[in-house]
């Protein structure tokens, strides 16, 4: 059972592999990190690019730009597999890292507090609210993150597909 929401697919792109390099390589936006330059490339817009991240020769690690912040906006790392007639792209989407550390923290909080409670023999509703706010806590990060997932995936396909 996985903890954290994440999504794992596969497609055929009727492009080459060398296509969809070039087509991420214009739609996404380098990432320099610890750079204040990452808010202007010289002449040209940010509206002019979909995703930042790194494009390879053979994948790509990507996150979709938004207009505001979105904690649960998805890490996209994909695979690209060329071929004769098109190429097999490999995708995964999951949280940044950084938001699991946070949510585990969170997690590991809330336990924490049913547990105080149920060693301080408090009332039953001060020991399942903490609880109660985990789970609360959890559908809305997967909401959130299936959200994201789809119009990040939905701007992802039709770069490349």
Same mark, same amino acid.
């Given at each position: 059972?996985?903890?954290?929401?994440?999504?794992?697919?596969?497609?055929? *792109?009727?492009?080459?592999?060398?296509?969809?390099?070039?087509?991420?390589?214009?739609?996404?936006?380098?990432?320099?990190?610890?750079?204040?330059? #990452?808010? !202007?490339?010289?002449?040209?817009?940010?509206?002019?690019?979909? @995703?930042?991240?790194?494009?390879?020769? /053979?994948?790509? !690690?990507?996150?979709?730009?938004? #207009?505001?912040? #979105? /904690?649960?906006?998805?890490?996209?790392?994909?695979?690209?597999?060329?071929?004769?007639?098109?190429?097999?792209?490999?995708?995964?989407?999951?949280?940044?890292? !950084?938001?699991?550390?946070?949510?585990?923290?969170?997690?590991?909080?809330? $336990?924490? $507090? *049913?547990?105080? !409670?149920?060693?301080?023999?408090?009332?039953?509703?001060?020991?399942?609210?903490?609880?109660?706010?985990?789970?609360?806590?959890?559908?809305?990060?997967? *909401?959130? @993150? #299936?959200?994201?997932?789809?119009? *990040?995936?939905?701007?992802?396909?039709?770069?490349?597909?």
């Amino acid at each position: 059972m996985q903890l954290w929401p994440a999504k794992s697919e596969m497609f055929l *792109s009727p492009h080459g592999q060398d296509e969809i390099i070039r087509r991420m390589e214009l739609a996404v936006k380098p990432v320099k990190y610890q750079s204040f330059k #990452n808010r !202007s490339l010289g002449d040209l817009e940010e509206e002019a690019y979909l @995703f930042n991240g790194r494009v390879g020769k /053979n994948g790509f !690690s990507i996150s979709q730009i938004v #207009n505001r912040p #979105n /904690n649960f906006l998805p890490l996209i790392k994909g695979k690209i597999e060329g071929g004769e007639s098109g190429s097999l792209v490999h995708l995964e989407f999951s949280l940044f890292p !950084s938001v699991k550390y946070f949510l585990f923290f969170w997690i590991i909080l809330m $336990f924490l $507090f *049913s547990i105080i !409670s149920i060693a301080q023999k408090d009332d039953f509703l001060t020991i399942i609210f903490p609880l109660i706010i985990l789970i609360a806590s959890y559908a809305l990060i997967l *909401s959130r @993150f #299936n959200e994201a997932y789809l119009k *990040s995936r939905k701007e992802l396909m039709r770069l490349i597909g």
